[in-house]
């Protein structure tokens, strides 16, 4: 059985993740599958709507299957990884600027990966399961596959709320934050999946929205705003440890599982995308800084070991003591001159 499932189904093309075990984590196979189906489904007439769901009722998309990642970068080989990271950052882009409606569908958990499929489309529908998150840090990377879009547009400090702390968000959270668009009651996504196939009519969606239950991260903004405005990790850090509140240590603890140089480098490139020239291309570009660089410099290949490979949850991160060189992270984050990202 594939790993995905593409056709054309009356007016829609249809993408549908098929590894419901592995909770449905894109493969590289996968990702340049998706994006052969677009370019071929762009200029065909009959095809009015791109929709793309999963098989499952754990997982939209869990994030990217790194085991191959690993097991090139652990031998030398940089050039896989940085290879797969590109190839993957333009599929991102293509669903971005897609010309047709690209309606994803994103039950369970929708991470890493996930969310560069599920969620740079038109009409990004959640529903009562939903789980979307951003937990790149864990793994020793920095939100991409144009995560860092949408954190850097994020109200308030919330980007770098969840950035660092790899917090996951319900439906209602997602809608706030700006990384889905529509609840509609997971009962109902079948019947309006055979309608778009049907009418190809992106209208119909709104027929079957209702409100979301409620979320925490709007409540929880003005003390995540009073904590995360600082310039730097050192200054987050610094201003949680001087309050004595069970956020304050429930963050810190959410924290210190994530690899310290990716957080300050994350906290660097929100501040350095967020405004009114933000857009797509240069939040891939700058994430592409980073994971370029991942394998050799940061602390990508310990960080999979740790959660993926040995499992033993216990990474040596550089700078363990949370004290990150501002020179570590303009050196992870400057220009890659010709070897800079094409899309």
Same mark, same amino acid.
């Given at each position: %059985?594939?790993?995905?499932?593409?056709?054309?189904?009356?007016?829609? @093309?249809?993408?549908?993740?098929?590894?419901?075990?592995?909770?449905?984590? !894109?493969?590289?196979? !996968?990702?340049?599958?998706?994006?052969?189906?677009?370019?071929?489904?762009?200029?065909?007439?009959?095809?009015?709507?791109?929709?793309?769901?999963?098989?499952?009722?754990?997982?939209?998309?869990?994030?990217?299957?790194?085991?191959?990642? $690993?097991?090139?970068?652990?031998?030398?080989?940089?050039? $896989?990884?940085?290879?797969?990271?590109?190839?993957?950052?333009?599929?991102?882009?293509?669903?971005?600027?897609?010309?047709?409606?690209?309606?994803?569908?994103?039950?369970?958990?929708?991470?890493?990966?996930?969310?560069?499929?599920?969620?740079?489309?038109?009409?990004?529908?959640?529903?009562?399961?939903?789980?979307?998150?951003?937990?790149?840090?864990?793994?020793?990377?920095?939100?991409?596959?144009?995560?860092?879009? %949408?954190?850097?547009?994020?109200?308030?400090?919330? @980007?770098?709320?969840?950035?660092?702390?790899?917090?996951?968000?319900?439906?209602?959270?997602?809608?706030?934050?700006?990384?889905?668009?529509? $609840?509609?009651?997971?009962?109902?996504?079948?019947?309006?999946?055979?309608?778009?196939?049907?009418?190809?009519?992106?209208?119909?969606?709104?027929?079957?929205?209702?409100?979301?239950?409620?979320?925490?991260?709007?409540?929880?903004?003005?003390?995540?705003?009073?904590?995360?405005? @600082?310039?730097?990790?050192?200054?987050?850090?610094?201003?949680?440890?001087?309050?004595?509140?069970?956020?304050?240590?429930?963050?810190?603890?959410? %924290?210190?599982?994530?690899?310290?140089?990716?957080?300050?480098?994350?906290?660097?490139?929100?501040?350095?995308?967020?405004?009114?020239?933000?857009?797509?291309?240069?939040?891939?570009?700058?994430?592409?800084?980073?994971?370029?660089?991942?394998?050799?410099?940061?602390?990508?290949?310990?960080?999979?070991?740790?959660?993926?490979?040995?499992?033993?949850?216990?990474?040596?991160?550089?700078?363990?003591?949370?004290?990150?060189?501002?020179?570590?992270?303009?050196?992870?984050?400057?220009?890659?001159?010709?070897?800079?990202?094409?899309?």
């Amino acid at each position: %059985m594939s790993d995905i499932d593409i056709r054309i189904t009356g007016r829609a @093309g249809r993408i549908t993740l098929n590894r419901p075990k592995a909770l449905n984590a !894109m493969t590289y196979e !996968m990702c340049l599958a998706i994006e052969a189906a677009l370019d071929a489904w762009r200029d065909e007439d009959a095809v009015t709507v791109a929709v793309i769901d999963a098989i499952g009722d754990r997982a939209f998309c869990s994030g990217g299957d790194i085991a191959d990642l $690993y097991a090139t970068g652990i031998k030398g080989d940089f050039a $896989y990884g940085q290879k797969f990271w590109a190839d993957e950052y333009r599929l991102n882009n293509k669903i971005f600027t897609y010309p047709k409606p690209v309606v994803s569908f994103l039950q369970g958990f929708t991470m890493g990966g996930g969310v560069g499929i599920g969620c740079h489309g038109s009409h990004r529908i959640v529903g009562e399961t939903s789980q979307i998150a951003m937990p790149e840090c864990g793994i020793g990377l920095v939100p991409d596959v144009g995560g860092s879009l %949408m954190l850097s547009r994020a109200p308030g400090r919330l @980007g770098e709320y969840l950035g660092l702390t790899a917090a996951r968000m319900n439906a209602s959270d997602a809608i706030f934050i700006g990384f889905a668009d529509t $609840y509609i009651p997971q009962l109902k996504w079948k019947d309006l999946i055979s309608e778009l196939e049907e009418t190809g009519d992106v209208n119909r969606i709104t027929t079957h929205s209702t409100d979301a239950p409620d979320g925490t991260l709007q409540s929880l903004q003005p003390e995540i705003d009073a904590h995360f405005g @600082g310039e730097t990790l050192g200054d987050i850090v610094a201003s949680l440890k001087a309050t004595d509140t069970g956020f304050a240590a429930t963050t810190l603890k959410a %924290m210190g599982r994530n690899a310290p140089l990716s957080m300050a480098c994350t906290v660097e490139m929100i501040h350095r995308l967020r405004g009114p020239s933000l857009t797509i291309e240069k939040a891939l570009e700058h994430e592409y800084r980073f994971t370029a660089r991942a394998m050799e410099h940061g602390d990508f290949l310990e960080g999979v070991r740790a959660a993926i490979i040995d499992k033993d949850r216990s990474p040596k991160w550089q700078f363990a003591d949370g004290h990150v060189p501002l020179a570590a992270v303009s050196k992870m984050l400057q220009p890659l001159g010709a070897n800079a990202l094409k899309l």
